[in-house]
């Protein structure tokens, strides 16, 4: 059974830094499609980045392009997601997801496409 643990969550100052790992379990080799996610109180769910896991290509969502970063190890295996440059905007519960490769191919949107979801990690940044 596929199991994604996110860490690395927390409360911020604007401009600051955080790192969000996910560790991914129960998954047979293969190329996949990881993301992350996240949604703020009474807003919908929004991709924020994605990554195909053999080919490295990724998309950012516009409002991260240039912060947010993307990352694996698949040795260990986990996805990475480097967040800099922090906005209160940025605020939301951030979900590492998993699809199959299809799911790289069109826009995240609302996470439609993914199959597998953590349970999710807290960013608060505040101005």
């Known amino acids: 059974q596929v199991q994604l643990v996110e860490s690395g969550g927390g409360s911020v100052q604007a401009g600051g830094s955080l790192r969000l790992s996910c560790a991914v379990s129960?998954?047979?080799?293969?190329?996949?499609?990881m993301g992350w996610f996240r949604q703020a109180p009474g807003k919908e769910r929004e991709g924020v980045a994605i990554i195909n896991t053999s080919r490295g290509s990724t998309y950012y969502v516009e409002s991260v392009k240039g912060r947010f970063t993307i990352s694996q190890d698949n040795a260990k295996p986990t996805v990475y997601l480097q967040m800099n440059s922090l906005e209160p905007e940025d605020t939301a519960m951030y979900y590492c997801?998993?699809?199959?490769?299809?799911?790289?191919?069109?826009?995240?949107?609302?996470?439609?496409?993914?199959?597998?979801w953590g349970q999710g990690t807290q960013v608060t940044v505040s101005s």
């Open positions: 129960g998954y047979t080799s293969g190329s996949r499609c």
């Open positions: 997801a998993a699809g199959s490769r299809q799911a790289c191919t069109v826009v995240p949107g609302s996470g439609s496409s993914f199959d597998y």
